[in-house]
């Protein structure tokens, strides 16, 4: 089993200097990740460093294919392709079977049947990435303006992580030309910047909306520590979700949204720039948990703005993208675990339910290997 030397980016001063070495030893852990998943579904790994294996209808379903295609596009090898491919078939099935899909069909198809048709031309992943985008089109709230986020009792409520669900309408109405898709879309993103951003640029979890006239009941505390705290995963997600709205809209308002909630992150990131669960926690939030995945994400949306702003203000995010990465690489990777099943360690699930805290999650992992496809100079994009 070829070996990872970590000594070799220590000394680094910025993740563009270490990201030779860094990319090398990524494929090296995500080729050992396919021996050692085998045919898993993974979502979180505790202290053992053993991923789960979740159903196929699960959230988290589509990260570790989209790591496969992204290694895939930028490296050209077979092997990252062949053990991407089956994973949107499997879906599918799963759509035709008693399940649980919701609002976040985006982020299983994105990454596997949407990111397979645009590399390979395959039209079954067309229809299948065609498909998710419908069913997700199906869950809009007209009085509302607002995507139903999850099923059962939960009609009216909408949530900020469906900001990275809009990139499947996006692709859907150019795929097919049809404009209703991207007026879906639009329309959840504009209720993202008045009604989930706040003035500060922190930002609610979950709305709580009437569904039938549209009007907003109250905000919920979701996965963050309360109401009117600032869920640092949720940050992230609304961060990186509105500058990919600019990147497919040109409209500014979405960049300025992605900006102000940019800002704030970066003025509540504790000094190795890896975010708390929670940036309001608590009043001192030294000693409090982290989430890895908030920083990998928030650092692939900070990309983006760079991407979009091209000279000295995109060098800005750039900049803070590079500080995220390279404090990810150097303090919360697995390098030096062989056995260890994920990239990187102390992301929080849900806090509030006492579930997933200081563990591997998947979606960090995924975000990780975006951004530095992004610093390597990857063109395709998956959300
Ligand atoms: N989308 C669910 C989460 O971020 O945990």
Same mark, same amino acid.
């Given at each position: 089993?070829?070996?990872?030397?970590?000594?070799?980016?220590?000394?680094?001063?910025?993740?563009?200097?270490?990201?030779?070495?860094?990319?090398?030893?990524?494929?090296?852990?995500?080729?050992?990740?396919?021996?050692?998943?085998?045919?898993?579904?993974?979502?979180?790994?505790?202290?053992?460093?053993?991923?789960?294996?979740?159903?196929?209808?699960?959230?988290?379903?589509?990260?570790?294919?989209?790591?496969?295609?992204?290694?895939?596009?930028?490296?050209?090898?077979?092997?990252?392709?062949?053990?991407?491919?089956?994973?949107?078939?499997?879906?599918?099935?799963?759509?035709?079977?008693?399940?649980?899909?919701?609002?976040?069909?985006?982020?299983?198809?994105?990454?596997?049947?949407?990111?397979?048709?645009?590399?390979?031309?395959?039209?079954?992943?067309?229809?299948?990435?065609?498909?998710?985008?419908?069913?997700?089109?199906?869950?809009?709230?007209?009085?509302?303006?607002?995507?139903?986020?999850?099923?059962?009792?939960?009609?009216?409520?909408?949530?900020?992580? *469906?900001?990275?669900?809009?990139?499947? %309408?996006?692709? #859907? @109405? /150019?795929?097919? !030309?049809?404009?209703?898709?991207?007026?879906?879309?639009?329309?959840?993103?504009?209720?993202?910047?008045?009604?989930?951003?706040?003035?500060?640029?922190?930002?609610?979890?979950?709305?709580?909306?009437?569904?039938?006239?549209?009007?907003?009941?109250?905000?919920?505390?979701?996965?963050?520590?309360?109401?009117?705290?600032?869920?640092?995963?949720?940050?992230?997600?609304?961060?990186?979700?509105?500058?990919?709205?600019?990147?497919?809209?040109?409209?500014?308002?979405?960049?300025?949204?992605?900006?102000?909630?940019?800002?704030?992150?970066?003025?509540?990131?504790?000094?190795?720039?890896?975010?708390?669960?929670?940036?309001?926690?608590?009043?001192?939030?030294?000693?409090?948990?982290?989430?890895?995945?908030?920083? *990998?994400?928030?650092?692939?949306?900070? %990309?983006?703005? #760079? @991407? /979009?702003?091209? !000279?000295?203000?995109?060098?800005?995010?750039?900049?803070?993208?590079?500080?995220?990465?390279?404090?990810?690489?150097?303090?919360?990777?697995?390098?030096?675990?062989?056995?260890?099943?994920?990239?990187?360690?102390?992301?929080?699930?849900?806090?509030?339910?006492?579930?997933?805290?200081?563990?591997?999650?998947?979606?960090?992992?995924?975000?990780?290997?975006?951004?530095?496809?992004?610093?390597?100079?990857?063109?395709?994009?998956?959300?």
């Amino acid at each position: 089993m070829s070996t990872i030397d970590s000594s070799k980016w220590q000394n680094a001063v910025t993740m563009q200097e270490a990201l030779p070495d860094v990319w090398e030893a990524l494929q090296t852990k995500v080729d050992r990740m396919i021996g050692q998943l085998g045919g898993k579904s993974p979502h979180v790994a505790k202290a053992d460093g053993i991923y789960d294996d979740m159903r196929h209808d699960w959230w988290t379903s589509g990260f570790w294919p989209g790591i496969l295609w992204i290694l895939h596009d930028q490296t050209g090898k077979e092997h990252y392709k062949e053990a991407a491919w089956g994973w949107d078939e499997r879906f599918e099935r799963k759509m035709i079977e008693d399940n649980n899909f919701h609002h976040d069909v985006g982020f299983q198809f994105s990454p596997t049947a949407v990111i397979k048709y645009m590399l390979t031309g395959d039209k079954d992943a067309r229809r299948r990435g065609l498909q998710a985008a419908n069913f997700l089109a199906g869950r809009f709230n007209l009085a509302g303006r607002f995507l139903r986020a999850w099923n059962q009792e939960k009609i009216g409520w909408a949530i900020v992580d *469906s900001s990275m669900n809009l990139s499947i %309408l996006f692709w #859907a @109405a /150019a795929e097919i !030309g049809d404009p209703r898709f991207e007026q879906i879309a639009r329309a959840h993103a504009d209720t993202v910047i008045t009604k989930f951003i706040r003035e500060d640029g922190s930002v609610n979890h979950i709305l709580s909306f009437d569904p039938r006239t549209g009007e907003l009941i109250e905000p919920l505390g979701g996965q963050g520590a309360g109401p009117n705290s600032s869920w640092s995963r949720g940050q992230a997600w609304a961060l990186h979700g509105m500058a990919n709205t600019y990147r497919y809209t040109g409209d500014v308002k979405y960049l300025h949204a992605a900006q102000r909630v940019a800002h704030y992150f970066l003025a509540c990131l504790p000094d190795d720039y890896v975010a708390h669960w929670d940036f309001r926690a608590a009043d001192d939030l030294t000693g409090l948990p982290r989430d890895t995945s908030a920083a *990998s994400c928030a650092a692939s949306g900070l %990309l983006e703005l #760079a @991407a /979009a702003l091209p !000279g000295v203000e995109g060098s800005l995010y750039r900049r803070a993208a590079d500080r995220i990465l390279l404090s990810l690489t150097k303090h919360y990777a697995t390098w030096d675990q062989p056995g260890h099943e994920a990239i990187l360690v102390a992301g929080t699930g849900n806090l509030p339910a006492g579930q997933n805290i200081d563990v591997s999650l998947i979606y960090g992992d995924y975000y990780y290997v975006e951004a530095l496809a992004k610093l390597q100079g990857w063109k395709h994009r998956i959300f």
